[in-house]
């Protein structure tokens, strides 16, 4: 299967520090992949990568076929911030309305992704006036329009209660078999298992790039979250005779 998001040796520098440490991965095309990872373990700074956002220092990222951020991308190219990113002051159907504009899109689109993400009825309410879940669904009603090749989508599920989570997540899967590649991150492990693909990352390191059955039988583990957790400890196991050597220095 031909991939959509290639990424070879990427080192990304954040402030003073090294925070992606030449990581290697593809994405296949038409797939709903998981970004998983701890906290603060470089996810975000992936996907800004992958968009094109992020200032790297070496390795590359190509995007269907280009390097990430290039023009031809950008319609191409959906990316959902873990902020909401519309406008308060704009009803929902208003936001959704303007981004189409800015991708040559219609109103009839604008009005179907708002649908799509279950925002019907809240369609005429001020973005400011809405609840956290329905902010973010806003917001991703705005980065599906125009049925972009790559949707990058940081943590879409947060705050959204099961129900929706499910609707979400069956969105998705509708996305990938309509051709679209689907890229999701979240903290929810259970989440993970609804995935294709996942990447696991721990510390800017890759540490697993595998299929959640892959994951589970490397890991010796019953399930996703006691997978991930031993996968995380045995790559901080690998790294603790470096990190012994500059305590014991530091010490010193
Ligand atoms: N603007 C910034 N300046 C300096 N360091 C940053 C900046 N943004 C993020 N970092 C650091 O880069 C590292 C990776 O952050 P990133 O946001 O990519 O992690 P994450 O896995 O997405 O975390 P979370 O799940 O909490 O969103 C962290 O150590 C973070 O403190």
Redesign the pocket.
């Known amino acids: 299967m031909e991939n959509a998001i290639v990424v070879d040796d990427l080192v990304v520098d954040?402030?003073r520090?090294t925070?992606l440490h030449g990581i290697s991965c593809a994405v296949a095309a038409g797939s709903v992949t998981g970004l998983l990872?701890p906290?603060?373990?470089?996810?975000?700074?992936?996907m800004r990568a992958m968009v094109g956002v992020q200032k790297i220092r070496s390795g590359s990222v190509r995007i269907l076929g280009q390097p990430a951020g290039s023009a031809p991308l950008r319609s191409q190219v959906g990316y959902l911030t873990?902020a909401p990113s519309v406008y308060a002051d704009l009803t929902v159907r208003e936001n959704a309305r303007y981004f189409a504009t800015l991708v040559g899109q219609d109103a009839a689109e604008a009005d179907r992704v708002v649908r799509d993400v279950g925002l019907a009825v809240a369609a005429g309410q001020l973005v400011g006036n809405l609840s956290g879940g329905q902010r973010s669904r806003a917001s991703l009603a705005c980065a599906v329009i125009g049925r972009p090749r790559l949707l990058v989508l940081d943590?879409p599920t947060v705050g959204q209660d099961p129900v929706l989570r499910e609707e979400l997540w069956q969105q998705f899967h509708a996305l990938a078999s309509g051709g679209a590649t689907v890229l999701v991150?979240s903290?929810v492990m259970d989440e993970a298992g609804r995935c294709e693909r996942l990447l696991l990352i721990r510390d800017g390191h890759l540490i697993a790039d595998d299929t959640p059955s892959g994951v589970l039988a490397s890991a010796g583990a019953d399930d996703l979250d006691g997978a991930f957790l031993r996968l995380i400890q045995r790559a901080a196991t690998a790294t603790s005779p470096a990190t012994a050597t500059a305590t014991d220095e530091g010490a010193q």
């Open positions: 954040r402030g520090r925070v990872g906290s603060g373990s470089g996810k975000t700074t992936l873990q943590e991150s903290h």
